[in-house]
């Protein structure tokens, strides 16, 4: 089955097994699902939560619960501004700079550029923790997301920079419909997963597949460098 195949069967059956919250339809979009708060509190119990400072998170509402969680123990969160359309493009949350009413509007997508700062990438500390959305993944950490390529993007931003490394556990968290045998094997700028995290249970996947270095310039379409200005700074960097 092919990715585009893959998706719309995930997402058919979220939403014709009633697993689907909103925002509906589950089509198109990383997919809310039943129970996505015991799926973060199964990650919270992880000794990589623990570990972690500094935690780069996708934006979307599956892992909503995630980002409250992380804000509440004092973790700071790094969100993409949406499309990596400006030059400082991602949303720094610091805990320690907002009232602890507002933890929990905080890191929604209606309410970040509020009470985050935005900074460019370069201005990002080692991230101890990536948490990724998505649509489907496998137990052996091939992932697929909506279609759109920008958290493997955002990934490949900061492994250039060094903000992130071999090292740096990446997880996502599912429902156990969207944990799949049988997906298509990654390409090279895919980022696997280390951990998948339903509210069932945790899937350490000791994943085989290999993590892209950084940007593949050639492989990146003309028009991804005329939407984001930083891209086209790190370009041209990388060639001097």
């Known amino acids: 089955m092919d990715k585009a195949t893959l998706r719309t069967t995930v997402w058919d059956d979220l939403e014709s097994s009633g697993a689907a919250r909103f925002p509906f339809p589950p089509h198109g979009r990383i997919p809310n699902f039943a129970d996505a708060k015991a799926a973060a509190e199964r990650l919270a119990a992880t000794p990589e939560w623990?570990?972690?400072?500094?935690?780069k998170a996708n934006p979307d509402a599956p892992q909503l619960p995630v980002r409250r969680r992380a804000l509440r123990e004092g973790k700071t969160v790094y969100m993409a501004v949406p499309r990596l359309r400006d030059e400082e493009c991602f949303y720094e949350l610091d805990p320690a700079r907002i009232?602890?009413?507002?933890?929990?509007?905080?890191?929604?997508?209606?309410?970040?550029?509020?009470?985050a700062d935005t900074v460019g990438p370069d201005a990002l500390p080692p991230v101890d923790l990536v948490v990724s959305g998505s649509v489907a993944v496998s137990e052996a950490g091939a992932r697929i997301g909506k279609g759109e390529?920008?958290?493997d993007l955002?990934?490949?931003?900061?492994?250039g920079l060094g903000a992130v490394t071999d090292?740096?556990?990446?997880a996502t968290t599912v429902h156990e419909r969207q944990v799949r045998d049988g997906l298509p094997e990654p390409d090279a700028h895919d980022v696997p997963m280390d951990l998948v995290v339903t509210p069932e249970r945790l899937v350490r996947t000791e994943t085989s597949h290999p993590r892209p270095t950084g940007i593949d310039w050639d492989a990146l379409p003309d028009e991804r460098l005329d939407e984001m200005p930083v891209l086209r700074r790190l370009r041209d960097e990388s060639s001097e």
């Open 50 to 55: 623990a570990d972690a400072d500094a935690v």
């Open 99 to 115: 009232d602890d009413e507002h933890l929990d509007s905080a890191p929604t997508v209606s309410h970040v550029e509020t009470y």
């Open 149 to 151: 390529g920008f958290s």
């Open 154 to 159: 955002e990934y490949a931003v900061l492994r």
């Open 167 to 170: 090292e740096t556990t990446v």
